[in-house]
């Protein structure tokens, strides 16, 4: 009697634990999938939302950054409500087959939700893309703005005064009234005085 009632126990917790591993385990929001588009992109997926689902898509490409973002209501899909974790898993295969996963897919469909109301499609509400490197081009452009700034605030420099012209005779004359002076006063001055008894001279020889 007591080993039967031990047996039925055993069914009873086999039975229990089998319909838990049977119950489909649904996708927390915040979870991730990684995959690679056909041209080998790197990408990342990620959901948020209750009934009205947000979806996410980030990727690398080539030097190269994309994103874009969907919104609907898969829940209303039985076949999602079912398991959600399939219908990702779906949507991310669907986007491995293509060259670029946000250029082509304003609605992103799996044969889970055919026949599922219009709004249970995950219908893109936006999209961008930048450089991953744009934070190296505004140091550059910083340090460009930085140098037109110094060049223009360099001060002009004058032009040099224009000197009188001396004309020829002028500028012959003066040369020889000069030699004359020095002459005589390297044979009437001390040598320490030569300079000041040229001066001298010139000015009594006009």
Not at 36 to 65: F, N, P, W, Y
Not at 159 to 182: C, D, V
Request: positive net charge; hydrophobic residues 35%.
């Amino acid at each position: 009697m007591k080993s039967c009632a031990l047996l039925f126990l055993v069914v009873i917790c086999g039975m229990g634990g089998l319909g838990e591993k049977l119950k489909p385990k649904k996708r927390s929001n915040g979870e991730e999938i990684h995959f690679r588009t056909k041209t080998k992109d790197v990408c990342t997926m990620s959901m948020s939302g209750d009934e009205e689902m947000r979806l996410r898509i980030e990727c690398k490409s080539q030097g190269m950054s994309y994103w874009c973002e969907f919104t609907g209501k898969p829940s209303i899909c039985r076949a999602f409500r079912n398991n959600p974790k399939i219908y990702w898993n779906r949507i991310a295969m669907e986007l491995r087959k293509l060259p670029h996963a946000c250029e082509s897919t304003q609605v992103l469909k799996t044969t889970m939700c055919q026949k599922a109301p219009t709004e249970a499609l995950m219908k893109q509400i936006a999209a961008g893309m930048e450089p991953e490197d744009l934070a190296n081009e505004d140091k550059l452009l910083q340090k460009t703005s930085m140098t037109e700034t110094g060049e223009s605030s360099v001060k002009t420099i004058g032009k040099p005064p224009i000197l009188p012209l001396i004309k020829p005779a002028q500028y012959g004359q003066g040369s020889e009234n000069e030699t004359e002076a020095m002459k005589l006063a390297r044979e009437y001055c001390w040598e320490s005085l030569h300079d000041f008894c040229s001066y001298i001279i010139g000015i009594f020889r006009g």
